[in-house]
Structure formats: C-alpha cells, structure tokens
C-alpha cells in the first residue's frame, strides 16, 4: 500500500526526517568519541551496541560523559536520567536529542 502523496510530503514527515538525521548525526558524533576513548576504529563501533559489550567500563562511562557535557552543552548529572538511558549510543543519542529540544 502506498501512502498518498500529501502524508508523503507533510510538515510532520518532513520534521520526523529532520528528527532523524539528528539523531544519527548524534550517534556520529558518540561514535567517533567513544573510538578515541577505547582506541579502536570508528567503522567497528555500531550505535545499538550495548556500551559494556564495546567495553566500556566506569572510568570511559566517565570520559564519555564529560565529553557529552561539553559538546553538546547539557548537564546530564542533575538531568535524571536513569541508566537505560544510557544503555546503547543509540540510545544516548535520542537522550541527547531530546534534552536539547526540550
């Protein structure tokens, strides 16, 4: 079944696309930090692998969220966030995306 062309080109369609690309410029951006802290090669890094899996252990976890602090200007410390949140790259990229368009 093929939706009609004005749901195609909707203003709800066309945000949830923009919605998209975000999150996956986000997960970009983790991956690439996170290579750099476990010294490992970018291409390697999927963004629904869970951390502990990639071999992140409490003291990267740290870096990685200091890092997150910076560059994408939130606190995530005070922000309640549980740890589900911060189960995959994925998931801390929505997180992210989230927190700034709130």
């Known amino acids: 079944m093929r939706l009609p ?10 945000d ?7 999150i996956k ?13 476990l010294s ?13 899996e990639l071999g ?5 976890f740290v870096e990685l969220l200091v890092f997150i602090e910076k560059k994408f ?5 005070e922000s309640g966030l ?3 949140d911060f189960h995959t790259l994925q998931t801390i990229a929505s997180t992210i995306n989230n ?4």
Request: charged share 25%; net charge negative; proline share 7%.
């Open 5 to 14: 062309e004005e749901v195609i080109s909707s203003p709800f369609i066309e």
């Open 16 to 22: 949830v696309k923009i919605l998209m690309k975000t």
């Open 25 to 37: 410029k986000i997960e970009e951006i983790l991956i690439n930090e996170i290579a750099v802290i």
């Open 40 to 52: 490992r090669d970018p291409a390697e890094i999927l963004p629904e692998t869970p951390l502990n």
């Open 56 to 60: 992140v252990d409490s003291l990267s």
């Open 73 to 77: 200007q939130i606190q995530l410390m």
């Open 82 to 84: 549980t740890k589900d």
């Open 99 to 102: 927190m700034m368009c709130s």
